[in-house]
């Protein structure tokens, strides 16, 4: 998958380890899924999740860190696993021609632009709504209303999501296949078998306690959907369960910091690459949990992890899948050092049976 101008890369990953499941179970090496399906539900929720926020936190001041983090982007597209999980779930999955790319989709960033005024003015109209004690159903009536114009933006700039469709295809071998009058939910239940609740996102966040699970609640993209939690581990955890997940033939979602020591055109992660403190004669050197206390870290991108070499019983490097076209990396490869895994990856998805079993019971914990 392209992601191009848009900051889709949490959608993609979870899509890419999908249709690799599609892939090998009918023998369909080049088949897509829709990304524009699932954006455009994701703008649908999005909103509706900013209107709820808005309410709860309405007689807080304006300037509240809170109430001016939900105003920063409520229009934005960046996001978690859960994020994409939780859209799966409650909409289903499309093959990607019942609803390719547009160029709005490609390129977000007008459509942000758009989204972001018209739900700031929407908030606005709501936090004066609560404070002025309307009834529950005027304020509904005014965030129905905002709904009905984020759907008619989204539809205009992505187009509309099929409500039935048939689904043809020629398997590998040239076999061919048809499902008729499918729905997306029918599309999902019947073709795929991953169930998001085996999965446990592993996060290496050592600013904070290892041995905790945590939330994010602030993220979360569909208010009742799936909650964005991290198990924080040692790296060599998510190394080891990643490495398990990939033999086990399983691709990986992983997120991590990519404009960090990378070469766009060559595809070449690697904390070696760029030697500045020579040049400058200085160290700027930090530890991961410090580069995470002052900003310098952030989880700024999502990839799938597809492969690893390994020598001498150690991991060398890792092949990466980007979603930035072709023409970067090696048609769209990445390779990765095992160093850089360590310095800037962050979080890893994967199967409950590939992790240490003692992490298990910290799922049970409150976040």
């Not at 709820?52 to 509240?64: G, L, S």
């Not at 729905?183 to 996060?203: I, Q, R």
């Not at 991108?301 to 090696?330: P, Y």
Request: with cysteine; charged share 30%.
């Amino acid at each position: 998958y392209k992601s191009k101008r848009s900051g889709r890369c949490w959608e993609f990953s979870l899509l890419n380890t999908l249709r690799h499941e599609f892939a090998q179970k009918y023998k369909v090496k080049d088949f897509e899924l829709s990304q524009n399906y699932l954006f455009f539900w994701d703008k649908l929720e999005r909103a509706n999740i900013f209107f709820k926020n808005i309410e709860q936190t309405a007689n807080k001041p304006i300037d509240d860190r809170e109430v001016r983090f939900y105003f920063s982007g409520p229009g934005e597209d960046g996001g978690q696993w859960a994020m994409a999980a939780s859209l799966v779930e409650k909409y289903g999955l499309i093959p990607a021609e019942m609803m390719p790319e547009s160029f709005n989709s490609n390129n977000t960033s007008a459509l942000i632009d758009v989204l972001n005024r018209v739900l700031r003015k929407a908030g606005l109209e709501i936090r004066q709504a609560v404070q002025n004690n309307f009834s529950e159903i005027k304020i509904q009536g005014i965030e129905d209303d905002y709904l009905q114009k984020v759907y008619r933006i989204a539809s205009y700039a992505l187009g509309e999501p099929p409500l039935i469709f048939d689904f043809e295809y020629r398997d590998d071998d040239g076999n061919y296949h048809i499902e008729k009058n499918l729905t997306a939910k029918k599309f999902y239940e019947k073709f795929f078998s991953t169930d998001f609740d085996d999965y446990v996102v592993l996060t290496n966040s050592p600013d904070k306690d290892f041995g905790k699970l945590y939330s994010l609640p602030s993220e979360d993209n569909i208010i009742g959907g799936r909650n964005i939690e991290f198990l924080n581990t040692d790296i060599e955890n998510l190394k080891s369960s990643a490495e398990r997940q990939l033999i086990s033939n399983e691709g990986v979602w992983f997120g991590n910091d990519v404009l960090k020591e990378m070469d766009r055109t060559s595809g070449i992660l690697d904390t070696k690459l760029y030697d500045t403190d020579q040049l400058f004669d200085i160290d700027s050197k930090m530890t991961k949990a410090d580069r995470l206390l002052t900003g310098e870290a952030q989880v700024s991108h999502a990839m799938t992890l597809t492969g690893f070499d390994k020598i001498d019983d150690h991991i060398i490097k890792w092949k990466v899948e980007n979603s930035w076209g072709e023409k970067f990396g090696q048609n769209g490869y990445f390779v990765m050092s095992n160093s850089w895994f360590n310095d800037f990856v962050y979080e890893v998805v994967v199967h409950k049976k590939f992790i240490d079993k003692k992490l298990l019971k910290i799922l049970d914990e409150k976040p």
